[in-house]
């Protein structure tokens, strides 16, 4: 217990001392003097898709989990898909999205799986939508370093998406529950599901990760930005990459760090990078824990 009080703790400490160093090197406060106007009409596109990658992100979990797990509703995924991200985003290690593993008409062993595969192939997409965006076009020749990046961060998930018992264990700290997985789990878990469930789950999980997109494009239009969609796509990618790996809470200060560097080495001006940077990091606070609260209130009163 007081191992775990520590980590988060330090988890803290980094958290603030990176936020320290963004305002330091951006200087918000200087840049927000300036007028600027926000399109709330693509802010509610952003709200909209945001909404529809929650429902996404709900129907794959439970669109695989249901085969094994008949009781589970596709109500209960939804409701536990909105309660989740918001959890996730304060904890560290995302520990608090593993709340949905624990349901009385799942499977332990079942929801774990499926939580591991969504992790392994979001990261998949990133790095193979990423790196094949920029082969074709030529962004290689503008942006050798990112590419470099890129490959440096695959490295690193790729070890970090192999080591799921690492993983497991982590949760077993983290959490009051214990979490008890026979060793072959993972290999009988896979045959129990056909071809037509794991192409159905990469589907799932390319819109998802397009809804995501767009969200992030939505809000970039919305103080008018000037930067393209496939752009976009690239930095999106390399930044929910480098926030989820390193384990601090919500991955605050590496998100708003890095997505303003990339930004500036698409040419977007300081200004427009930091308070994108901020809009985002606001508006996601905002509008998840709104879906909480909703959902939170659903179950409470009708389920």
């Known amino acids: ?10 988890s803290i400490v980094i958290v603030i001392v990176l936020f320290i160093f963004f305002v330091y090197w951006t200087k918000p406060f200087e840049l927000m003097n300036k ?31 249901r085969q094994n797990n008949p009781e589970y509703t596709f109500t209960s995924s939804m409701l536990v898909h909105f309660i989740t991200p918001i959890l996730a985003r304060i904890t560290p290690m995302n520990i608090g999205e593993t709340k949905k593993l624990f349901h009385k008409n799942l499977s332990i062993e079942s929801a774990t799986f499926v939580h591991m595969n969504e992790r392994m192939i979001d990261f998949s997409i990133l790095f193979t939508v990423s790196i094949f965006i920029l082969i074709i076009t030529d962004f290689l020749d503008k942006y050798v370093n990112s590419f470099v990046l890129l490959l440096f961060i695959l490295v690193i998930a790729i070890i970090a998406m192999v080591r799921i018992d690492f993983f497991i264990s982590l949760v077993g700290k983290y959490t009051p529950f214990t979490i008890s997985i026979r060793k072959d789990w993972y290999g009988e878990q896979i045959k129990q599901y056909g071809a037509d469930k794991v192409i159905q789950f990469v589907i799932n999980s390319v819109l998802i990760w397009v809804s995501t997109v767009f969200v992030y494009y939505s809000l970039s239009k919305s103080i008018g930005m000037d930067i393209s969609l496939i752009e976009l796509a690239i930095i999106v990618s390399t930044v929910i990459v480098l926030f989820s790996i390193t384990g601090l809470p919500g991955g605050y200060g590496v998100r708003e760090i890095s997505l303003t560097f990339i930004l500036l080495q698409f040419s977007v001006s300081m200004y427009l990078a930091t308070v994108f940077s901020l809009l985002y990091a606001v508006y996601i606070l905002i509008v998840e824990s709104v879906f909480a609260i909703i959902a939170f209130t659903y179950e409470r009163l009708f389920y």
Do not use: G
């Open 1 to 10: 217990m007081k191992n775990t009080f520590y980590r988060e703790l330090i």
């Open 35 to 65: 007028n600027f106007k926000i399109d709330y009409f693509y802010l509610l596109m952003a709200i909209a898709f945001s909404l529809i990658s929650h429902i996404q992100m709900a129907f794959r979990y439970w669109n695989v989990l």
